[in-house]
């Protein structure tokens, strides 16, 4: 099976998450740091997870998951020991077009989480389409290796540049030209060994004077 990949906003968005076991709580946490709203429908929690409810942080309806436990919930996770209840789970959500993870069951989710990770802006996330957990756990792993601190830094950078090229008038074709003609470079090798006199010297010359890194830092400065 072949899942397609999409970003998805999830600030202010309810999901309900039916189990409170170790595996809920790992789809949890993701969660809530990408700003969901949750609410958790589960006899039991894991400590972790008893800890997030007393705290406030999830809300938590402590009995076994019941028909109309979906309503108002824009994504879905299955993640109970109980097979039944889990597709009763996916029943509910395929028959209110609600997109559901069914943790013990690829082949009925409408999604599924990948091993990811984050530098800032960035996010690189790892599926093998449910063949392969503990791969798409092993390469995440590599790429957290390669991908350093040092992106979060140079999207930093690239964003407020880029955004002052946008805004600036000028035609799209020529700012596509200088922009691809800074990603041959190794940005971020530049900010992790801190030249920044080499960095500086090669945005002067391929974006000009107002695009030093002082120069760009001050006005974002300005707009904040
Ligand atoms: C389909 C999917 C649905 C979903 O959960 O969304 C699913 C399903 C199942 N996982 C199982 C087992 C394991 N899962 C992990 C780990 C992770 N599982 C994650 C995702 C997914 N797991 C989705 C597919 C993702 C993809 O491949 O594209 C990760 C990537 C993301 C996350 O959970 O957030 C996270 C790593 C996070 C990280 O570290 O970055 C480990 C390794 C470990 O725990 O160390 C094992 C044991 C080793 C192994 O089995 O490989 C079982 C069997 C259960 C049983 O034995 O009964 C099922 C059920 C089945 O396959 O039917
Ligand atoms: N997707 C993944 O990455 C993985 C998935 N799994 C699967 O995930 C499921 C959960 O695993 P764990 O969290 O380890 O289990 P767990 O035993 O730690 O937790 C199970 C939770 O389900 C709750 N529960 C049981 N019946 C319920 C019901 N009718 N309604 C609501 N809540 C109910 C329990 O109160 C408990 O909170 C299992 O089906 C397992 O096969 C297991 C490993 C990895």
Redo the contacts with the bound molecule.
């Keep these: 099976m072949s899942f397609f990949p999409i970003n998805l906003n999830m600030a202010g968005r309810m999901v309900t998450v ?7 709580e ?1 789809k949890t946490c993701k969660l809530l740091e990408a700003g969901a709203l949750i609410t958790m ?6 400590d972790k997870l008893a800890k997030l409810s007393e705290g406030g942080s999830i809300k938590h309806l402590p009995r ?2 019941k028909k109309g436990d979906l309503d108002g919930a824009f994504l879905a996770i299955a ?5 039944y ?2 597709l009763a789970v996916a029943d509910e959500a395929k028959n209110r077009g609600i997109l559901v993870d069914v ?2 069951d690829p082949e009925l989710s409408s999604f599924i989480m990948p091993a990811m990770m984050t530098r800032g802006d960035l996010v690189i996330a790892v599926s093998t389409g449910g063949k392969s ?1 503990a791969m798409a756990k092993k390469i995440r792993e590599q790429l957290e290796a390669s991908f350093g601190p040092e992106y979060e830094q140079t999207l930093k950078l690239l964003g407020i540049l880029r955004e002052k090229l946008l805004t600036a008038k000028g035609n799209s074709a020529y700012n596509k030209a200088l922009l691809s003609q800074l990603a041959a470079h190794d940005l971020p090798r530049m900010i992790k060994e801190r030249r920044y006199d080499q960095l500086d010297h090669l945005l002067l010359k391929i974006f000009g004077s107002e695009f030093s890194i002082s120069h760009l830092l001050e006005e974002e400065k300005d707009h904040q």
């Design positions: 039916v189990g409170g076991g170790k595996i809920a790992r429908i589960a006899p039991d929690l894991s076994n998951f993640a109970t020991s109980d097979r209840a889990n943790c013990d957990p």
